[in-house]
């Protein structure tokens, strides 16, 4: 077994590596950009080395600067995780040539499959269904149209190079097919430096269905039963399960004869994912991933293994050990900070508070993040993940539910109010999801509900004990000075002590009589309440008119965040004093939503365009983001060149709207 291994990545899946290297007695190596100095992942290694600047191409893709860290470390061998490097064969070689194992598949298999294209080609004379589809090297724009009209729309393009939902598109008509295939090419090119892609039927209601592959050099491959990774955004996963609902002893037995097939093609060894769809009743082979894959915690807990420790035994030259049986149901809530109310946007900012539900047998979190840790436009959003385990899908989705109403996060927008609501939904207790489930209950994107009284009590009560604070802190060692009183006495009578909370667009004033020791009479918006509790760091025991709340809250300047009965609610304390406005309406400027990179502009000053047309594309945190035209009317000027960092809320272009 190895004594030093390198972790060529970050954040969570560096953090998981670190963890079971650990518990086998191994040392692990961190390596970190110039972003990463101070993160989780460089503080719980044995060691860290620098790579490079914040840029991912800079740093965790320069595949030179890491072969330098592991010489170094003395790092027998290298962990990619998942991302980055994680399917680069030119990296395998180039360990192999530095005589450093690479703990993954050989280069060959990561290039037979780092094609969908090519990977299809090889699963049809394996025997493994397919989805009808182009897959040719005939990338011509007319040759991939007349593909598209042959299959029938609606018709999906995507990247033969990678996943994750970059450079994928569905086409529903023939005349939207031209400018789908021209953004799903540049997308492609961007994240995977090859705009091939491939044309495919698009499957109404599918399941995403995926089979956790194993195999060692000894000739042994095993499937590790199957995942249900169908609940997505953006083509991306957000929920996962193991086993997959609602898949039979039957079809469970094809689907792994059918991966195994499929890893057997390319005499693949280590930890493997074949990707299946899963419509009326069949299966059809997408794609494998050549590496560990962002869910496979679903997987552990329902057999027992530690897929990482098994990946390091593996590339030791070990042998695999027998299929255990399947223990329950697992599933996997990915935590982002996202704000699903803006189309799933990335959120950058500082985490200024993260409370994670209680660790046990059956809820596990996967984080990279603490408490003051910042998201950078950098890197993927993803902040944990959450995987819960019950003796059947029932009690899984019991235990998802209040795992996710225990955590708590504060500073960026998250998606974690979504993962509630999935949790909750009716339909996605009583069957199998598919990729459509989110597209198809805009109820789980509505604005939240107004806060009840309760959580403005939480913010009022943890406002006033801050001020008492406050005011003890500046009376200094005296208990008994009057400026330590946050009580509003006077020698006639207590006097009330007011202040207005936001909630979203809704104001709500708040005025507070001390009536005894820690206790108060509160009336929001003139409904009158008995408020009483106590305040210990971030946690908060409410009392009001008799009815006691555990919780918790987070203060970040006139931002208070209540964790509140399994709810996040977040106010806007509003400065009195404050002039009003502050906030300029964008008119007719074109700002970009969240930082990024100008990878494209698409109009010139002075040019006529319709409501809707495209005019910049950016790309950032891993996505290609679009923007349009507000309404009919003149690009008046161009502010941003293509390749120009840009900031949140900066204007791009200046346009004129017809009157």
Excluded at 214 to 230: I, P, V
Excluded at 453 to 473: D, K, S, Y
Excluded at 554 to 566: K, M, N, P
């Amino acid at each position: 077994m190895f004594r030093r291994i390198l972790i060529a990545n970050r954040g969570e899946i560096a953090c998981r590596i670190i963890r079971t290297a650990r518990r086998m007695g191994i040392v692990s190596v961190a390596v970190y950009s110039d972003a990463d100095r101070g993160a989780r992942h460089v503080a719980e290694a044995d060691a860290a080395y620098r790579i490079g600047p914040p840029p991912a191409r800079e740093s965790y893709l320069d595949i030179g600067a890491i072969l330098h860290a592991a010489r170094a470390s003395g790092a027998e061998a290298i962990h990619p995780g998942y991302g980055f490097l994680s399917e680069n064969a030119a990296f395998a070689e180039a360990c192999a040539a530095a005589g450093i194992v690479f703990i993954g598949p050989g280069a060959a298999a990561i290039r037979a499959m780092g094609s969908k294209s090519a990977a299809k080609t090889l699963m049809e004379r394996a025997g493994v269904p397919l989805v009808p589809g182009y897959h040719g090297a005939d990338q011509d724009a007319a040759t991939l149209s007349r593909a598209a009209a042959a299959i029938g729309y609606p018709v999906l393009i995507k990247a033969s190079a990678g996943g994750g939902g970059k450079g994928m598109r569905i086409v529903e008509r023939a005349e939207d097919f031209a400018p789908a295939l021209e953004g799903a090419q540049r997308e492609a090119l961007a994240s995977f430096g090859d705009g091939t892609v491939l044309v495919e039927k698009y499957l109404i209601r599918p399941r995403h269905i995926e089979s956790q592959v194993f195999a060692d050099s000894h000739g042994t491959t095993l499937a590790l039963y199957e995942r249900d990774c169908s609940i997505q955004r953006r083509h991306q996963k957000i929920i996962e399960e193991a086993p997959a609902p609602g898949i039979g002893e039957a079809e469970r037995a094809a689907i792994a004869t059918a991966a195994i097939a499929a890893a057997r093609a390319v005499e693949y060894v280590g930890a493997g994912t074949v990707e299946f769809i899963h419509a009326d009743g069949r299966f059809y082979f997408m794609e494998m991933n050549t590496r560990l894959q962002v869910e496979h915690p679903v997987t552990e807990m329902i057999t027992g293994l530690d897929l990482v420790e098994w990946q390091l035994r593996v590339a030791a030259g070990e042998r695999l050990p027998a299929v255990p049986p399947c223990r329950g149901h697992a599933i996997e809530a990915r935590i982002y900070a996202e704000d699903p109310a803006r189309g799933f946007l990335p959120a950058i900012g500082r985490i200024h508070h993260l409370r994670e539900p209680a660790a046990s047998a059956q809820v596990r979190v996967d984080s990279g993040v603490r408490a003051g840790d910042a998201i950078r436009v950098e890197y993927d959003p993803m902040i944990a993940k959450l995987i819960v385990h019950g003796e059947d899908r029932a009690e899984a989705i019991r235990r998802l539910a209040a795992a996710l109403g225990a955590f708590e996060v504060a500073g960026v927008a998250t998606n974690l109010a979504l993962l509630r609501a999935i949790a909750g939904h009716a339909e996605f207790a009583a069957a199998a999801p598919d990729t459509g489930f989110i597209d198809r209950h805009p109820d789980l994107l509505a604005a939240a509900p107004p806060p009840p009284a309760a959580a403005i009590a939480a913010a009022a009560l943890a406002l006033l004990h801050q001020n008492e604070a406050a005011a003890r802190a500046a009376a200094g060692d005296d208990p008994h000075s009057p400026w330590a009183a946050c009580d509003g006495f006077s020698p006639v009578l207590a006097l009330p002590l007011s202040f207005t909370l936001r909630a979203g667009d809704a104001s709500h004033a708040l005025v507070a009589t001390a009536a005894g020791p820690g206790a108060w009479r509160l009336a929001i918006d003139g409904a009158e309440h008995r408020l009483a509790g106590t305040v210990d760091g971030a946690a908060i025991r409410l009392d009001l008119d008799g009815a006691i709340h555990p919780g918790a809250f987070a203060r970040e300047g006139e931002a208070l965040s209540v964790f509140l009965d399994g709810a996040a609610h977040a106010f806007h304390l509003v400065d009195p004093y404050r002039p009003p406005g502050g906030e300029e309406a964008v008119g007719g400027r074109v700002i970009a939503p969240i930082p990024g990179t100008v990878a494209r502009l698409l109009a010139e000053p002075g040019a006529r365009v319709g409501h809707g047309a495209a005019l910049v594309v950016l790309e950032a945190m891993k996505m290609e983001l679009t923007l349009t035209a507000p309404a009919d009317g003149t690009v008046e000027a161009v502010h941003v060149a293509v390749g120009e960092m840009v900031a949140e809320g900066q204007e791009l272009l200046a346009f004129v709207a017809d009157e």
